[in-house]
């Protein structure tokens, strides 16, 4: 089935796309971050104030929140503010509004060295979480052939994955025109429009982080395909990026947020079926719209019903024992050098040609501060704590 027609939900994802890309040029960043430099200037203490998106990535955010960690660490936090789109955050961002967010981890790639603005990531959200979303009747890769599938944006490890995946089934990605039989026309579109696109028939199929693949289980409208986690092992999805400001000047302040993030972390592994209360819609915090039957399908470990994903194979890889999402915080840079490499070779629309002078190492080193994280670590039990390798390294697994 083809993307047909032009909705206004559509038309707006294309409008907050194009506004992202102006955002994500130095062009475009340099208005917002002189006002940054404004706000700073007129408020050089200012409170931990939070952005995201009502989406699973955010959860040690609204969990340190909620929890009362930030105050616990004595630091002055405001209510995480909600936004509906990346353009909103990235904007927030940049014109420090808000001080700390989550972002696909390809995107703080794209801001840093697109838009050259001063920010770094100091932790991972989690890990997994996301997954290959589609219509019943298709049961593999190359079903999607001929077909148009939805990502949430060019720079997510959504759309690194799923081009991954095309690749090695024989399919080519494509962004313009109607898809050929070895084609796959790829499309960005909002998460909350994904479903209904999907039980419209309009997409084949949408990569997207959760609950967005668990409400098309709860509501029988589609099936998902392959885990991301299951073909990039324990990969980031979204990372938490700060200022480089208040990580050079505030070195206290930004120690005391990286711990309420950690202390976020180890209290969820433990918490699963709370961490779901707190992020539902029942919750008077209100801090997503989704049930706690989508949330808990997610990040209750019992309820992952291993044996059908293997049998459909949403799981392939049974060695790895992955949970459908799960938590730790340190950025390995083996990630960031391999994501790197990865954007280099994967299709992505918009301003990209600071990608092929990259270099890999460099940009793990740069991007990432990892200075506060590993002391947040250390002091909440060490590495073991989170089931990390005391030599703070890793290994990238990437299968077909």
Not at 32 to 44: I, K, W, Y
């Amino acid at each position: 089935m083809h993307y047909h027609g032009e909705t206004e939900a559509t038309r707006h994802t294309r409008r907050q796309f194009l506004k992202l890309s102006a955002l994500f040029t130095a062009a475009g960043a340099l208005p917002l971050l002189q006002m940054a430099n404004v706000a700073r200037a007129a408020e050089p203490d200012a409170p931990l104030r939070i952005g995201y998106l009502p989406i699973t990535d955010a959860t040690p955010l609204l969990v340190a929140h909620h929890n009362g960690l930030f105050e616990q660490q004595g630091l002055k936090v405001e209510k995480p503010r909600l936004f509906r789109s990346w353009a909103q955050i990235v904007e927030a961002f940049l014109a420090g509004q808000v001080n700390a967010v989550h972002l696909l981890s390809p995107m703080t790639v794209w801001a840093r060295y697109g838009s050259k603005s001063p920010a770094k990531v100091v932790a991972w959200n989690h890990m997994s979480g996301s997954g290959l979303t589609v219509q019943p009747h298709i049961d593999r890769i190359t079903d999607l052939g001929g077909t148009t599938v939805a990502i949430p944006f060019w720079y997510s490890l959504h759309n690194v994955v799923l081009q991954h995946l095309l690749r090695n089934n024989g399919l080519e990605p494509i962004s313009e025109g109607e898809p050929g039989a070895g084609q796959v026309k790829l499309v960005v579109m909002a998460p909350s429009d994904m479903v209904p696109a999907l039980a419209n028939k309009q997409i084949a199929g949408y990569t997207v982080a959760e609950p967005f693949n668990a409400n098309a289980e709860v509501l029988k409208v589609g099936k998902i395909l392959r885990f991301t986690g299951d073909v990039w092992k324990d990969h980031a999805c979204c990372v938490v990026l700060m200022h480089e400001q208040d990580l050079e000047q505030r070195p206290e302040w930004s120690q005391k947020v990286v711990n309420g993030i950690v202390q976020a972390q180890a209290w969820i592994q433990d918490n699963r079926a709370e961490t779901a209360r707190i992020l539902s819609r029942d919750n008077p915090q209100k801090y997503t719209p989704h049930t706690y039957e989508a949330l808990a399908n997610v990040l209750e470990h019992e309820r992952l019903d291993a044996a059908l994903y293997q049998r459909s194979g949403a799981m392939v890889n049974t060695a790895w024992n992955q949970k459908r999402i799960d938590f730790q915080p340190y950025p390995f840079p083996s990630y960031t050098e391999e994501l790197v490499r990865k954007l280099k070779t994967t299709l992505v629309s918009g301003q990209n040609n600071f990608l092929k002078d990259l270099d890999p190492a460099f940009v793990a080193r740069d991007l990432v501060d990892d200075r506060y994280v590993k002391q947040a670590i250390l002091a909440h039990g060490g590495a073991a704590a989170f089931g990390l390798p005391e030599s703070f390294s890793r290994k990238e697994t990437i299968t077909a």
